[in-house]
């Protein structure tokens, strides 16, 4: 009876019942063990693991499958300690309300994942600064830095090249001379706003401005009220909205209506801030968009193509973005963090139902 039941149980391989009482003891299994289960050497395991590590296709299978069997997975820190790279990008945001930025990081992410970097995402918050969290980030000794939506300030710039690590501002930039830049120019796109706006017969031209110190918002301000001068009219009215979100822009774009002679159209520093002027214009005035006022954003997020939006909008070259950032942090990581890089990108005016030919009044 006892050899008729136990011809019942399945007959597991030895090595994976190694496996299953090692973990049930919950001992981590390591790269010895693996290689001692293989009858390989540790040195030929830990190649397997590597893309460019010159090892035969068929002993890299072997181990590769027989790790997934066993649940192994390499230690990256303990790797890096060894190679001095840790295959760690990390990305710094604080503007993650932002509807750009999560569809930015979706499609970042997955770029730099595919190059077998892993991502380290920390989000920066008002009682927690940009310098407090690059040391917390540089204590992982990431190959690289992205900045999304942040501004380091100089003192998290020299903590970053004395610990020898480069870093990437994507779609900002600093004072910090030292670092690379991948941008929209954003001075062009404003310059473009304001010639679409003045083609079409405005000359009460109004700028929802966003968060006041940031690169993005300092150059289409800077782009659009040069051009409306250009062209002879006077310097746009600003209202400033502090923060790049609907609420902020609800309020400014209020401010700016509420005046005797309002603007017959305005330009606001991204689509969220232009969304919520839509709405205050609306709700608060009454005004139909774009009969009684023309409305241009900045950026394409997907919500300003919405049926309900259908926003008149300066589109991000996003995906050439991306493409170049991830580009240049990867040769980064083979070259000294002392190289730098300017890259401006022009943007593109998408027309679409929210602005219109002005005929007075």
């Not at 649940?71 to 295959?87: D, W």
């Not at 493409?323 to 730098?340: D, F, N, Y």
């Amino acid at each position: 009876a006892a050899a008729a039941g136990a011809a019942e149980w399945p007959q597991l391989p030895l090595t994976m019942i190694d496996a299953s009482l090692e973990r049930a003891r919950g001992h981590r299994i390591t790269v010895k063990d693996l290689a001692r289960q293989l009858g390989m050497s540790v040195s030929t395991v830990s190649r397997a693991f590597y893309r460019d590590a010159v090892i035969a296709p068929e002993t890299r299978a072997r181990i590769l499958k027989h790790a997934a069997e066993i649940g192994y997975q390499p230690n990256p820190l303990a790797r890096g300690l060894i190679t001095k790279s840790s295959r760690i990008v990390g990305i710094i945001v604080s503007d993650i309300t932002n509807p750009f930025y999560p569809e930015v990081l979706t499609r970042l992410t997955s770029r730099i994942q595919a190059l077998d970097f892993n991502v380290m995402l920390v989000v920066t918050d008002p009682l927690r600064n940009e310098d407090e969290t690059v040391r917390v980030l540089l204590s992982y000794h990431p190959d690289v830095v992205i900045i999304l939506a942040a501004t380091l300030s100089s003192a998290a710039s020299q903590a970053c090249r004395d610990a020898g690590t480069p870093v990437v501002f994507f779609n900002r930039y600093g004072s910090d001379q030292h670092s690379c830049v991948v941008t929209c120019d954003n001075e062009g796109g404003g310059r473009m706003a304001a010639d679409h706006l003045i083609d079409l017969g405005h000359e009460r031209l109004g700028f929802v401005a966003g968060l006041a110190d940031a690169s993005t918002n300092v150059d289409r301000w800077k782009g659009f009220c040069a051009r409306c001068v250009e062209r002879g009219l006077p310097a746009p009215v600003s209202s400033e909205a502090h923060e790049f979100s609907y609420g902020a822009g609800y309020a400014a774009a209020r401010r700016l209506l509420s005046a005797e002679r309002r603007p017959t159209a305005l330009f606001c520093a991204n689509d969220i801030l232009a969304i919520g002027a839509m709405d205050a214009a609306r709700r608060e005035f009454g005004l139909s968009i774009p009969e009684d006022l023309s409305i241009v954003g900045f950026d394409d997020i997907a919500m300003a193509s919405w049926s309900s939006h259908n926003l008149t909008t300066i589109r991000q070259p996003t995906d050439l973005m991306i493409e170049q950032t991830v580009e240049l942090a990867s040769s980064l990581t083979r070259e000294s963090a002392g190289r730098q890089a300017m890259l401006r990108i022009p943007g593109e005016m998408v027309e679409r139902s929210t602005t219109r030919r002005y005929h007075g009044g």
